[in-house]
Every structure is written in C-alpha cells, then in structure tokens.
C-alpha cells in the first residue's frame, strides 16, 4: 500500500500505531474532507494483518462525544471534538485514552482492539495545592500517549506548548500516583523545542518519545534510560514540509514483523484541516539513535511499479500551487496545477529489462480548457527529461515515447504555460493530473 495507506476517501491523522496479536491497529483522529476545522466528534479505527499491510479493515466508530443517527454519545457531559487518542493492552483489557477538545480527558474500556470503547472516567488525581494550576494542561491532558513498561507499570505523556509526564495507579488505570507528576518532561526551549503530540515507547532498555516540535510539520524524537527522565533530544525523523504544503504533524514508531515504521499524516484538499495517514521505513541504529528519512510515495512498499497504473495523489513532492484533492470517494487527484508547478515520486523501479530502446508513459489529464506543456524527468526536478508533451482544451490522455529506462528512480512532472496571447492572465489553473502508467 502506498502512501496514504487508507482509501482516499479516509482522513486519519495524529496516527497512533499499535500491533495487537497478528494485526496492526491505526487508533488516531478523524478528519472531514474540506473542513475548516480540525477532527471530528467520533474516532474510527483500522487495521491491517502483519502479513498483508496492502489491505486495511475499517472497524467503524469506536468513541463518541455527541450522538449521531447511529452511535450515541460516549460521555455524559457536553464535549467538542476528540484529537488524538491512543490505545494500550493491559492484562487482556484495552484502554483508550481520549483527548476530548477543551474538556477534561477520558479512559475507555474494550476487550477488542477496535473497540467500541465504553467509558471508565475522567482522569483522576489528587490536589492538595501542591499541584500546579496548569496540571496536564488543567486534567484536559492534550494529545496523550501511553507507555506500558515491562512490569506493567502504565505512564502518561502529554501537552501542549508544555509537556507532562505521569504514572497511572496499577491497581486503577485512570488514577493518577501523586508525586509522579513531571512537568516538561520534553522542555519547551532548544534543543528540544516542545509542543505537541507525545507517542512513547520501549526500544530494548531504551525509553523514546516522538513529538511534534515547534516548528510543526516535523517529528522529533528523544530517549531515556527511564520512563519519566529526563530525557536526552537526539532529532529529527521526519519533515512532512520538504517539498510539500506541510501542515502540522503527529504520529509514532511501530515494529511489524522486524521492520519499524514512522507513521504520520499529511495534508489534503488545499486545508491543514483535510490530513491522511502515512507511513516510511526507519532504521534504529546500534546506538539507538534514529536517522531522519525523507518522504516518499512508498508507504509499506519497497518500490512502485511504472507498469501498473499510479494514481496521481500519491505525490510525495508538491512544489507551486498544486495539491492532492479528493473529486469523489472513488477519485483523489493533483489539482489546481499552474505554470512551474513540480510533482513528484520516489520510488519506482524499472528493472534491469534491456531488451528495448523505448517505451511510453500515458498519462491521464483533467483539462481546464488551458494550453500548457508537461515535461518528465527522472531523478531530480531537474533531471534527465526523457519526455514532454503539449496540451489544450479538456480531459485528455498524452501518449509520450520514453527511452528504455532501468533501475531504481524517482519521477518528476513539471508543467509550463504555454499561452496564446500576451494579455493572457498571469497566473492561471491549467489542468488537474489523474493518473499515469509505463508501458514497454
């Protein structure tokens, strides 16, 4: 499955993902395509088996904070949207932690992965005025992400703008132990630069936390020899803002079946509100350190086939005014394509065919009765051109000769405008570009 993994239809972001038996599980928010604001009043979760990360199950809602013409309410009390949960196992029961928007944080209870979760309680805690008056973002505890030790022990990290650190009572999940309670656990000044999205885990003898910094569309990533700290900043593994519209990010470290896995979203539809589940391959080094990897269109594949059709929104690289946008829950494209825009993908491998000197790449058009010219490089925006085409008018599908290509590249589409007359508008929306395929 190739980044986004989910169908085009589906807007999960803030991804928490966790393998629960024979299957991997994606808990995170839901997105409204085109909303302008972000998540929604209901969490969804999917899954996928461990050995077939090519097809995802929707599991329908598991959380609620308002009713709906099927699911009722999850909570007693008035509540806005959730963001940002996450889901642990502990002694054969799973527990979501919600993040209900400006209100006070939930527990649930499921004997299944996917729920649905029935509610436990707000979080507990004792105040003896010892407790600052910001505690956990004021018990809304934003964005939590859970730890369960080797012991069985169970911690809470969350924040925004502050971070926080807690260690939940054994023998009652949703009770927080007095005097565990760590503020800026990840500070908020250089180099760790703090704000959001807390997702820990355990690595061998090693404590991580994977967070959104400051800057936004990046995760960094922090260890420690103990769950509460403190803890050392050791990067960056991802920047959805290379080459992209970027957005906020949120996401966290998943191993399945020995290779890990960065899981986190990007935006669509033109909107930091509109983001869509993605995923790339990352190595933990023998130190335990992380090298930043770069965003591609591979998802949980190894390489992209050229000779079977791609679908155009799977562009790892969107530079200019262009952007993915749903059309229907069937179709996703890149649109609003204007004069110097730059689309990109990495990686497709051609094999080591040698027995021709050309092929041809047809690729699908969504015309807007404009005249402009697509060039294809490989490698680099600019590459190697091995074709380029003109086009006018409509819909249409080019037909371009290609040289024999081989091995392992990135693809790069940029489009120029190729106007009629000198008083036509500057800046103009030439086509939308759907699909394209290799032909030998």
Known sequence: MANPILPVWEHIPDGEPRVFGDRVYLYGSHDRPYSDSFCDIKLKVWSASVNDLDHWVCHGDSFHVKD????KSSVPWEARELYAPDVVEKDGKYYLFA????????IGVSDRPEGPFKLIDTYQYEDKGDLPEDFCNNGVFVDPGVLVDDDGSVYVYCGFEWSYGVKMSSGDITRVLPETYVKDILPAKEPFRFYEACSPRKIGNTYYI?????RGSCLDYATSDSPLGPYTYRGTIIDNGIDYPGGNNHGGLCCINGQWYIFYHRTSNKTVFSRQACVERVDIQPDGTIRQ???????????LDPYEVTSAHIACVLKGNCCTKLMDPMTAVVADIMSGDVIGYKYFDFGDDFSATSMKIALQLRGNGERGRVCV?????????????????GDQMLTMKVRNITGRHALYFVFRDERKHPWDPAERVLCAMERFVFMK
């Open 68 to 71: 709906d013409e099927d699911h």
């Open 99 to 106: 993040y209900l928007f400006y209100s006070k944080g939930a």
């Open 293 to 303: 990897v770069e965003m591609t269109s591979l998802g949980f594949q190894s390489s």
């Open 210 to 214: 994977v967070y959104s910094p400051r």
């Open 377 to 393: 490089l490989l490698d680099d925006e600019n590459g190697e051109e091995i074709a380029n085409s003109g086009f006018e008018g």
